[in-house]
């Protein structure tokens, strides 16, 4: 069982900046993504980074605003969020892939086996 622990929501304007954290449990390295959820909508797919290779992925929305990154020393992955829109307001989920894949999909809620509690973030226009 992985034990995921998110931090670094709030409140903030629009076209500010927040860094959320996620840190994992145990040692071994995870693929894992950054999932959010607005009131009445489904839980979407913001960006991932696989546990081998660092490669990342993006959803369409927040390419070019949103880093992911990880410190493996501590376990630990980050979502840097810059340019903050009111649409970006959502609780957001950090999710840990179990396997050892390097092709499982990324960008879907089925590709994850663990979650975090998840974290609010609202951005006020």
């Known amino acids: 069982q992985v034990q995921l622990v998110e931090s670094g929501g709030g409140l903030v304007q629009a076209g500010g900046s927040l860094r959320l954290s996620c840190a994992a449990s145990?040692?071994?390295?995870?693929?894992m993504g950054w999932f959010r959820q607005a009131p009445g909508k489904d839980r979407e797919f913001v960006a991932a980074?696989?546990?081998?290779?660092?490669?990342?992925n993006y959803a369409d929305s927040v390419e070019g605003r949103f880093t992911i990154s990880r410190d493996n020393a501590k376990n630990t992955v980050y979502l840097q969020m810059n340019s903050l829109k009111p649409e970006d307001t959502a609780v957001y989920y950090c999710?840990?892939?179990?396997?050892?894949?390097?092709?499982?999909?990324?960008?879907?809620?089925?590709?994850?086996?663990?979650w975090g509690q998840g974290t609010q973030v609202t951005v006020s226009s």
């Open positions: 999710a840990a892939d179990g396997s050892l894949s390097t092709t499982r999909a990324m960008g879907v809620v089925a590709g994850y086996d663990y």
């Open positions: 145990g040692r071994r390295r995870y693929t």
């Open positions: 980074i696989r546990w081998i290779g660092d490669s990342t």
